[in-house]
């Protein structure tokens, strides 16, 4: 839905408008900083709690507590960013033909949305730990319907400015949040055991948590860092045609976060067993699943970034601005969703020091790079530098994590998870992008796209011996496995 409806909020609103909605996706991601690691920690622990007997009472006391903690924290947040709305509208922003005043209210209701947003983030972590990705993805599509579909429709017939815009996302910030802590309590079980605050539950956890937590932060400047120094340089309307392109380019979590989803829980239960031979298997399953999810699209995204961007919004000046960018910052954001797995199961066996350590160093490498590249280069050397941070991850974080986790396996993971699928990919995207006829109708240009992107998706498949083995199994192999099913 975020993606559909985006040309609609440019046409209505402007570009210009739109970077500050790009402002609020990126204050969204630095304020994740105050989950505390809370979020990541309950679903860690009610995956492992679902699978031990008698832990009722433990579940329903760790939810109470990282929700009391979490409403709190998210009425501080917001009551912070609708005090500091002047300064940050008058100081900050460097807009055009948008008045201060319009900033600045918008900056406030901004703080209204994400105060009562903030606990959303929890209740969907616990139900991941509990598996109930299913009832969350149903919250999740009813809530992204009313959010992108109402939104356009009261710019459309309502009022096509900022101020309206913001004013609907406060009504299914609300919404959302009400459903979604409904929907966690209703899964939990022993219903009639009361819930209740517990010291000595946060202290247990405090450890991993406080890793998570460290992590988090560093990965926010990390991923962050580029918003924040473009949106000060740049004009609001360059911004936007930045942040158009990191929407864009974050469509991928839209594929990678939901196997993110599905696997943690289930690592999780795993590692509790202690036999790591075990873990072997859903780990390389897991990584050639999401090759073959993410490298497709993010490689015909990456080839074809211009003629989707003219497909799609049309605009010759917004194409001539971000195609560059999109290619980019979808290459960057593909290495970045392949590295999950790796992150998934050091975090599976509570091991975070790894990522916390690396994120470290990488700040230090990676804020000064940026600052050279955007002083040189603009909004594309920001978008360089993410390809850069998140090669370095790909190169260096596997082998350190693999002399502790699962020895051996590096190699598959290289080869047969990852670099062999990719190289395969990309050499047939890269053809059809060099045979792409040329002044061909749009209907063609679709169907010449669409056919790249299916032909890339079998050849990374079938490179790919747990893949090839899905997509060659019958749906039913025969008379007794159709009766079982």
């Not at 204050?27 to 990541?40: E, I, K």
């Not at 901004?110 to 969907?124: F, N, R």
């Not at 959302?176 to 946060?202: E, H, N, R, Y």
Request: with cysteine.
């Amino acid at each position: 839905m975020a993606l559909a409806f985006l040309p609609l909020y440019v046409r209505f609103l402007g570009i210009e408008a739109y970077g500050l909605i790009g402002i609020y996706a990126s204050l969204l991601v630095l304020l994740s900083v105050f989950d505390m690691g809370l979020g990541t920690t309950l679903n860690r622990e009610l995956a492992r709690l679902s699978a031990l007997r008698g832990s009722d009472r433990e579940a329903r006391d760790l939810v109470r507590t990282f929700e009391l903690i979490y409403w709190v924290t998210g009425i501080l947040i917001g009551g912070g960013i609708a005090a500091l709305a002047s300064p940050i509208a008058r100081l900050w922003v460097n807009a055009q033909g948008l008045t201060a005043e319009t900033m600045e209210q918008s900056i406030m209701i901004m703080g209204l949305v994400i105060a009562l947003q903030w606990p959303t983030s929890l209740y969907a972590s616990g139900l991941m730990g509990l598996q109930r990705q299913v009832l969350l993805n149903a919250v999740r599509v009813a809530a992204a319907t009313l959010q992108g579909g109402g939104a356009v429709l009261v710019l459309w017939l309502v009022s096509p400015t900022i101020l309206a815009y913001f004013l609907w996302q406060v009504l299914v910030a609300a919404l959302q949040t009400i459903v979604m802590a409904g929907c966690l309590w209703k899964s939990l079980a022993g219903a009639d055991v009361p819930a209740a605050f517990s010291k000595s539950l946060l202290a247990r956890n405090w450890r991993f948590a406080g890793g998570i937590a460290g992590i988090t932060v560093l990965a926010a400047i990390l991923t962050q860092t580029d918003k924040i120094v473009l949106s000060k340089t740049l004009s609001l309307e360059m911004f936007g045609y930045y942040s158009l392109a990191a929407a864009i380019a974050g469509g991928l979590y839209y594929i990678s976060q939901p196997i993110f989803t599905a696997l943690f829980p289930r690592l999780s239960q795993t590692a509790c067993g202690g036999n790591e031979a075990e873990m072997a298997l859903p780990y390389h399953k897991g990584s050639q699943l999401m090759t073959a999810a993410v490298a497709p699209v993010g490689i015909v995204a990456a080839l074809f970034s211009e003629e989707l961007l003219t497909l799609w919004i049309g605009d010759a000046p917004t194409v001539s601005q971000t195609h560059l960018l999109v290619s980019l910052l979808v290459t960057g954001t593909a290495l970045n969703s392949i590295m999950f797995l790796p992150y998934i199961l050091q975090l599976a066996y509570g091991w975070t020091s790894l990522s916390l350590y690396k994120n470290v160093i990488s700040v230090l490498v990676f804020v000064p790079l940026l600052l050279w590249l955007v002083a040189r280069y603009g909004a594309t050397g920001a978008a360089v530098a993410w390809i850069a941070l998140n090669a370095g991850y790909f190169l260096i974080e596997v082998p350190l994590m693999h002399r502790r986790l699962l020895r051996g396996s590096m190699a598959q993971w290289y080869l047969k998870d990852v670099g062999m699928p990719v190289a395969i990919g990309l050499g047939v995207g890269v053809a059809a992008r060099l045979a792409l006829p040329s002044n061909i109708p749009w209907y063609a240009l679709l169907l010449w796209i669409l056919s790249a992107l299916g032909l890339v998706f079998l050849c990374v498949a079938l490179a790919m011996p747990h893949t090839r083995e899905w997509l060659r199994r019958p749906a039913f192999p025969d008379a007794n496995a159709r009766t079982k099913l």
